[in-house]
């Protein structure tokens, strides 16, 4: 014990040491969505956001003030825009109160804080923010596309039902270019491209921007989102320099289905619409928009299409296209459309797809005559880079799967319609490269097919290029079991794979699609791995546009031709706002979805039956072990209901924050009735819950609808179906991510636990030990004893039932958000000992900083490190009675200062700083 006190003194005296150094100053400045220095994106209700160093323990904000100009000069005497000094602890998403800004305008920023001594800090560095174009009347571009008819492209199985086949019209990739002239020094160049379709822009033969393509998906016979290019560098001072581009169909045109083919959903041929606008030294600005003088042809891309894969013939590849000397005197026109009114051309809400992971092949092995399959060891999302030995006009096949069947070859039948592969024809002798760049696929496992029988394959053939929308990774987890740290890696790699512009269910099948349940039981989860503020901004603006004018609110977002409704699917639309507020502490997002959750909850109200929800939709999805099939056992009218006040609930909340108080009151109200409701229809008087299966249960008390005096004697009715089903979780995508965080909450973690370290069907772990990479549809979708599930509906890459990720961090390192102080403003350390676990580590890097909860425990003594970041502070639960155990910094702690945490004694309200704790800990 004094051997750790001695250690733990050092690290306090290190802190102390760093502290006297450290230069106090705001750091990690962002605008709006916690955009770096952006260009081009929706900066709409502009906010600025920033850190402060954690230069000691306490470190807290006072005061602010920021300063916004329009030039780096203008900062000191000439700003647009000066808060002067607000006494405000805030430091996230302070709200811009200047003159509004028009599109092309580029400004300065910087903030200096006062601390909680009314010490100011030094300026921050100067950071900047452009917007892009605000409306469609800044455009001078017109659509072009190419003007040869659309003709039959393709044959391939029918999405939704592969066994019929469908005729595919449309055009090839096209392929576009101009020629311009530069003449003058440039200061400064911008690029704007909006896209029908998905897209790579090129000048002089460079690619522009970091994206993979342009721009992502949405509704684009509502709106169509545009990317803006920092481009100065690019330009040469010469009279001629090369405007190209490949626009392919992405999104907008082929099939884009799920049950039945919507084909053509948006348009046949892709589009594009692009302006550059450059400005010259001497002042003068100059604008080269896509019109009439473009040419278009077509190239080495012969077919590209989401689902069916990529087909590139090196032999049809145009020479240097895309740079000055190529000759384009043969290639045709663009047919042109003018630009209308609708759909909004918008700056972009969310950063684009981006491929910045690679991963490597682990082994290969021959499969047939020229034939090898390669084992990347982890499903994945993205395409494969070849590079291969070629000879003139050999043509490789590139198959995809996720799994192998029992003698070794690749299983696809999980693929059902989604052709899902590739073709590349060689062009001449030695070595060539490629990759696919308008299409994805979800694969562990890749097949080269097509060389000659004597050919040797070699590891460095084919590498893995990850693709996902750009968010960082700022939360991390791991704890002392090797299995459930598999868990969370599968968490973590089913995100990064399915969230790829919009968030959709599964990459790899013939569906793809933003499936608006799987969303909003994972955001918790997602907002915790990953930065996806902006993210779901973007894709509530897609169920915004989804939503049908009388408030129904459709299962996927883009819709897709679908009206069907469904409970916590449909709730989405309120569930995944309230979230993001509680992760991130932004309004914005609940004042921009707040009519729409209105509208869907008047929906609910004036389509109910004495405000019971009929009995429709998906139900508990997939609970497996049902006697109902899919839609599991619990009643489809408890679960519609339930959510019905879980919306209410959150439209009353949102209110409250917004200052809507009559809003507040009256939903409040309503939810109250519902419950009421609820209990008359749903809830006997012995306390069985209609279905008595584990759903039924956890939904009223996950959401409070059991009045407290009955509460306990409904949470034993649970415990005795989790009982006979033999300890183990029998729970779909409804109940699955309730069930642990619901036991915690009643007292019972030990047996959260024992479901988490199950490794029988079915369980979290189970997959894990048939060697699950990511999560799976079904707990399972294969087993080494049975083999594959329901081929109709078993994709290995599905990250719903990841949602157990929140549960994790919360209870096992004990580190989330305080409801009451959104956006990890007060930050809640209250970690649940047991499960065999022996430490456990989580950091997250909120809207403050970071922060961090690790413990371990040996021989009866846990040791705890806490950091809380500077400017927030955090409420630490201890998980022992004995409070005279209890050293913080190697202090003893006054019983006096000690708070009631359900039982459990808590220190709130503790500042900024970094803590070591030591204690004689309890089994939770």
Known sequence: ??????????????????????????????????????????????????????????????????????????????????????????????????????????????????????????????????????????????????????????????????????????????????????????????????????????????????????????????????????????????????????????????????????????????????????????????????????????????????????????????????????????????????????????????????????????????????????????????????????????????????????????????????????????????????????????????????????????????????????????????????????????????????????????????????????????????????????FFSKWMQDVRDAQLSNGLVPIFAPKMGDNSESPAWSDAVAVIPWEMYLAYGDEKILRDNYEAIKKWVEYQKSTSKELIRPALGFGDWLQPNSKNGRAGDTPKDLIGTAYFIRSADIVSKAAKVLGYREDSEKYSNLASDIRNAFMKKFVKEDNTVEGDCQTAYLLPLAFDIIPESRSQKVFEKLLKTIERNNWHLSTGFVGTPLINEVLTRFGRTDIAYRLLNNETYPSWLYPINQGATTMWERWNSYSHETGFGDVTMNSFNHYAYGAIGQWMYKNIAGLWYDENNPGYKNIIFAPKLGGGLTFANATHLTPYGMASSGWRISDGVMEWSITIPANATGTIVFPTKRTDTIRLNGHRVESKKFADAGGWPALENMPSGKYQILLRYEQN
């Open 1 to 534: 014990m004094k051997k750790m006190l001695s250690l733990f003194a050092a690290t306090v005296f290190a802190f102390a040491a760093y502290a006297e150094d450290a230069v106090f100053k705001p750091f990690d400045m962002t605008v709006g969505d916690f955009f770096v220095n952006p260009i081009g994106y929706d900066l709409k209700d502009l906010a600025f956001s920033w850190k402060l160093p954690l230069e000691r323990n306490g470190v807290r904000q006072t005061a602010y003030q920021i300063v916004v100009a329009d030039s780096e000069e203008a900062l000191e005497r000439n700003p647009v825009w000066n808060s002067k000094k607000v006494e405000n602890s805030r430091s996230v998403k302070i709200l811009y109160n200047g003159k509004p800004l028009d599109s092309r305008k580029k400004m300065y920023w910087r903030v200096r804080v006062w601390d909680e001594n009314d010490n100011v800090s030094e300026w921050s560095d100067v950071s900047t923010f452009e917007t892009g174009l605000l409306s469609n009347s800044d455009w001078s571009a017109k659509w072009i596309t190419s003007p040869q008819e659309p003709r039959i492209i393709a044959k391939m199985p029918r999405i939704g039902n592969h066994k019929e086949t469908v005729e595919q019209k449309g055009l090839p990739p096209i392929y576009l270019r101009k020629n311009i002239g530069v003449k003058e020094e440039v200061v400064s160049a911008r690029l704007y491209v909006a896209s029908r379709g998905i897209f790579q822009f090129y000048i002089n033969g460079q690619k522009v921007g970091n994206d993979y393509w342009g721009t992502g998906w949405t509704d684009y016979k509502i709106r169509i989102q545009a990317n803006t290019y920092d481009v100065t560098k690019m330009l040469v001072e010469d009279d001629t320099n090369t405007l190209s581009a490949v626009i392919a169909n992405g999104w907008y045109a082929g099939q884009n289905c799920w049950g039945h083919c919507w084909k053509d959903m948006y348009g046949i041929v892709p589009e594009l619409l692009a302006q550059l606008e450059i400005t010259y030294k001497n002042g003068k600005r100059e604008i080269f928009p896509t019109d009439v003088s473009w040419k278009s042809g077509f190239g080495g891309t012969t077919f590209a299409d989401i689902y069916a894969g990529e087909e590139f013939d090196a032999n049809k590849e145009p020479a240097d296209w895309k740079l000055p000397q190529f000759d384009d005197s043969k290639w045709d026109g663009v047919l042109v459309k003018d630009l209308e009114k609708v759909p909004s051309i918008d700056p972009r809400r969310n950063t684009p797809v981006v491929a910045e992971t690679y991963l490597y092949p682990l082994s290969v092995k021959q499969i047939g005559e020229g034939a090898f399959i390669f084992d990347f060891g982890q499903n994945m999302v993205g395409v494969p880079r070849i590079s291969i030995p070629s000879s003139p006009g050999r043509k490789i096949k590139i198959r995809y799967a996720e799994m192998l069947n029992p003698d070794g070859t690749m299983y696809t039948e999980n693929y059902r319609a989604a052709r899902s592969e590739d073709y590349y024809t060689c062009s001449g002798m030695g070595v060539e490269e490629w990759q696919p760049a308008f299409t994805f696929h979800g694969f562990r496992y890749v097949e080269l097919s097509g060389f000659p029988a004597n050919v040797k394959p070699s590891l460095d053939w084919i590498r893995g290029v990850v693709l996902h929308t750009e968010m960082p990774f700022i939360g991390s987890f791991v704890c002392s079991s090797q299995k459930i740290n598999q868990l969370q890696s599968c968490i973590q790699w089913g995100q990064r794979g399915n969230f790829l512009s919009v968030p959709t269910d599964c990459p790899q099948r013939d569906e793809r699609l933003g499936w608006t349940g799987d969303a909003q039981v994972f955001a918790p989860t997602a907002a915790f791995n990953m930065d996806v503020s902006a």
